[in-house]
């Protein structure tokens, strides 16, 4: 019998297939261009193409393709077969290592924000051997970086990989100045858990909001939702558990740590978490996730939706980034230790964070900015849109100690002089239960809790790994003057919490009166739409700091601001249109044909008794008569509002019009629509309902 241990990793150029099929020295070299950067070795990239050529056809691949990240937030491929001709007019099987290491595919179509001219269409991919390549389907995927004729990084792979590098390279200062000479390198990690629905295909097939937009644009809360708490953590039903299972397979043959599986809250919503590891194939392996699950779910009769809101009125899916950093030697640098150096140490870098977050709290917020995860934030399910941190009592009340510079009142009356005495022994796991916290402390780890469920998390890890490197640098260039270290480490780890200690929370996050003392008392961001939030992008102090750590430089920011703020008008105006339809074609002629049938049965009954009232079906006509009319006059009022976005001269003036005027009229127009589906008979009505789709499953 066939166990998973069999097949785990089987689909992927791993570790294991490198060492067995290349020589001893054509690995080493490799390895330390994986793990050291080392700068690789023609003839090394030679041997590893061939071997993975060889492999791949072995598996049944006949094409490769450099697989990479652009700024659409999807993967993008174009397969080439390995054929080549020979002399005699037969092919041969080639993959050079020119092939393996460069591609130069079209990047006309792609998302550049003004980063290339027309004449300057080609774009280049460059292998990212840190990440496995691996198969799918009849294709050997390459994972690669993407970037313009000028060099300018067109991807997310790109700066998430000098975000890495940016955070290595401050870590590494402050545990030399630690004494720590062995350690060679620092990583962030991450676990990504990913949220998701599960429908039928044939609810999707007849709801063209669903098939244009990713959610439904229309529909009356049904009678039963979440409100009985009975799907979160449920027995999971024979289909939804066959997809799963096949589900798993399938990520398991290309290395992908999934792990943990269970219903959500609201109906037809799952979850998935994989074991966290490096943030780099971390991304990666969320971005085939995703992928394979939408993929599996064809193959059961369902669609899998990723859209952070597709059903109004019950929870809609996140993507929780657990995000931590550890050495090379397997030491988690956000877990106290055993000695006094290691428990100031951890307190030193869990301070590097908080400094980060408050620094650059508009950052974060922007990272997950989308439009359709401006529908989730600040709703039931999700945090507020106002980033603040959680730590937990225990840890709270230690950094209050250092703040005040008196005794610990915990386990250990303890005098916090940093460097000296032994941090108190705290229960990591009393922690992370304050689920409305958009930042929290989980043990060893943080939970960022805004991640949309379809983004990427390439952007929020770069953003935090930047903004701690940021914190570390100034930790750094402080301990490396210093005269004293013990007493400078104490001072600057006392003033970090003294100065940030603003965007500490440990209360509810959904409480109204949170969000006035935040914005009104603390002084933090509350950025409630991407068009708020995006233009301070680039804000003087994050074009610095980005361009400071080599991460971006502010042609790369500037160009992401005009794509992401596209984005969003597009997305919006794209919705727009299809609600103007699904009003227009559907919904009217519905509405009227109902309405004609009623007043028929009205008419048929005064025919046989003229004085008859017929109030049930009067009431029904005038109603109806009444709605169609506002539904109407609201079709003309957003049609208005698409027609004025060809006025703005400017994406950030569209994107202004979008945020005040079309999302108004589409929530104008809703109202009506909504209240219709729950007067005219069902078999009028031209679309499944969400009492039909989310319960289609069961």
């Not at 929870?315 to 230790?337: E, F, M, Y």
């Not at 428990?343 to 301070?351: G, S, V």
């Not at 009022?637 to 003036?653: G, H, K, T, W």
Request: glycine content about 6%; some cysteine.
């Amino acid at each position: 019998m066939e166990t998973i241990s069999d097949y785990f990793g089987s689909l992927v150029f791993d570790d294991r297939v490198m060492k067995a099929n290349l020589s001893s020295s054509v690995y080493a070299s490799l390895r330390k261009t994986i793990d050291e950067g080392k700068k690789l070795d023609p003839k090394v990239a030679d041997a590893v193409a061939a071997a993975m050529r060889d492999w791949a056809i072995a598996k049944g691949a006949t094409h490769f393709t450099h697989w990479f990240q652009p700024l659409t937030g999807i993967t993008a491929e174009k397969h080439d077969s390995f054929i080549s001709h020979a002399p005699d007019g037969r092919v041969i099987l080639e993959f050079s290592g020119k092939e393996l290491i460069k591609g130069e595919p079209d990047a006309s179509s792609f998302p550049s924000g003004g980063l290339r001219a027309t004449f300057e269409a080609r774009g280049y991919t460059a292998w990212d051997p840190t990440s496995y390549a691996f198969i799918k389907g009849k294709t050997l995927c390459i994972p690669t970086a993407f970037c313009s004729y000028g060099g300018e990084a067109l991807d997310k792979k790109t700066p998430l990989l000098r975000s890495m590098e940016a955070l290595n390279r401050q870590a590494l200062r402050i545990l030399r100045l630690f004494g720590n000479t062995e350690v060679k390198h620092v990583t962030s990690s991450v676990g990504p858990e990913q949220e998701y629905f599960l429908i039928t295909e044939e609810m999707y097939r007849q709801r063209p909001d669903l098939r244009f937009c990713g959610r439904t644009l229309f529909g009356s809360t049904p009678p039963k939702g979440q409100e009985m708490d009975d799907h979160y953590f449920g027995s999971i039903t024979p289909r939804v558990a066959a997809y799963m299972e096949d589900l798993n397979k399938e990520l398991w043959k290309l290395g992908v740590f999934a792990k943990t599986e269970h219903n959500e809250v609201a109906p037809a919503q799952h979850e998935l978490a994989p074991i966290y590891t490096t943030t780099n194939i971390a991304t990666d392996h969320n971005q085939l996730t995703m992928e394979v699950m939408q993929r599996v779910a064809k193959k059961h009769g369902l669609v899998c939706l990723l859209h952070e809101k597709p059903f109004a009125g019950v929870n809609g899916s996140g993507k929780h980034n657990n995000w931590s950093i550890a050495t090379d030697a397997g030491q988690n640098l956000l877990s106290p230790g055993e000695t006094p150096y290691q428990d100031a140490q951890f307190l030193l870098f869990l301070c590097a964070v908080i400094k980060a977050v408050d620094d650059y709290q508009d950052l974060l917020r922007i990272s997950v900015a989308t439009a359709g995860n401006d529908h989730r934030l600040g709703a039931n399910e999700a945090p507020p849109a106002v980033v603040s941190m959680f730590l937990g009592d225990e840890l709270n009340a230690v950094l209050e100690a250092i703040e005040t510079d008196t005794p610990y009142q915990g386990t250990r009356r303890t005098q916090m002089k940093l460097g000296v005495d032994v941090l108190p022994r705290f229960n990591r796991d009393t922690t992370d239960r304050n689920r409305t916290s958009p930042f929290a402390f989980t043990g060893n780890k943080f939970e960022f809790r805004m991640v949309g469920s379809a983004d990427s998390i390439a952007c929020c890890n770069i953003m935090l790994n930047s903004a701690v490197a940021e914190s570390l640098r100034v930790y750094a260039d402080q301990l490396e003057q210093a005269k004293d270290f013990d007493e400078t480490l104490h001072t600057m780890i006392r003033d970090t919490i003294r100065e940030h200690k603003r965007i500490i929370f440990n209360g509810n996050g959904y409480d109204d009166s949170w969000i006035k003392e935040a914005t009104e008392v603390r002084g933090l961001c509350n950025f409630r739409t991407t068009a708020d939030c995006l233009p301070h992008l680039m804000d003087r102090k994050n074009v610095e700091m980005l361009a400071r750590h080599r991460v971006y430089s502010e042609t790369e920011l500037r160009a992401r601001y005009e794509a992401i703020l596209e984005n969003y008008c597009k997305t919006i105006a794209i919705e727009a249109k299809t609600m103007l339809s699904m009003a227009r074609t559907q919904i009217l002629p519905a509405i009227e044909a109902y309405t004609a049938s009623v007043a028929e049965t009205a008419a048929a009954k005064k025919a046989v008794k003229k004085d008859l009232p017929c109030r049930y079906e009067t009431g029904i006509v005038e109603k109806l008569s009444q709605l169609s009319d506002e539904i109407a006059d609201r079709i003309d009022a957003l049609e208005q509002a698409v027609r004025n976005l060809s006025s703005a001269a400017s994406i950030e003036e569209e994107s202004i019009l979008v945020r005040d005027g079309v999302r108004d009229a589409m929530a104008a127009l809703r109202t009506p629509c909504d209240e219709a589906e729950t007067i005219v008979c069902k078999q009028y009505w031209p679309f499944p309902t969400y009492a039909d789709i989310l319960f289609s499953t069961k």
